[in-house]
Nanobody, 128 residues
């Protein structure tokens, strides 16, 4: 079993930046694809990118490419999502999820389909 806990969400002004974290515990000796997702009010879940804990390969998503960056710190069992130039439409609950196995999938990257574990989410609100 793998447990995921997101943190670092909060209120940020438009144009601001925020870094949120996803800390894994439990079966961390295994390799996973860790993805970031968000779901805004009345919207479907949206993938924001993914990283492999095995080799650090990053799978970006075009919709946030250039503004959002995924990174990892394996020593801390933590994956980060750095968000820059935040806009009101970025307001959402942000989740991380893990997919076990040797192969990634576009369905997981874009919508979390096939995830084995989910965090509880952290709220990000962009408002002046």
């Amino acid at each position: 079993q793998l447990q995921l806990v997101e943190s670092g969400g909060g209120l940020v002004q438009p144009g601001g930046s925020l870094r949120i974290s996803c800390v894994a515990s439990g079966a961390t000796s295994n390799y996973y694809f860790i993805g970031w997702f968000r779901q805004g009010p009345g919207k479907e879940r949206e993938g924001l990118g993914c990283i492999s804990t095995r080799d650090g390969s990053i799978y970006p998503v075009d919709s946030v490419k250039g503004r959002f960056t995924i990174s990892r710190d394996n020593a801390k069992n933590t994956v980060y999502l750095q968000m820059n130039s935040l806009q009101r439409e970025d307001t959402a609950v942000y989740y991380c999820a893990a997919k076990a196995g040797d192969f990634n999938s576009w369905a997981f990257i874009t919508s979390g389909i096939g995830a084995n574990y989910w965090g509880q989410g952290t709220q990000v609100t962009v408002s002046s």
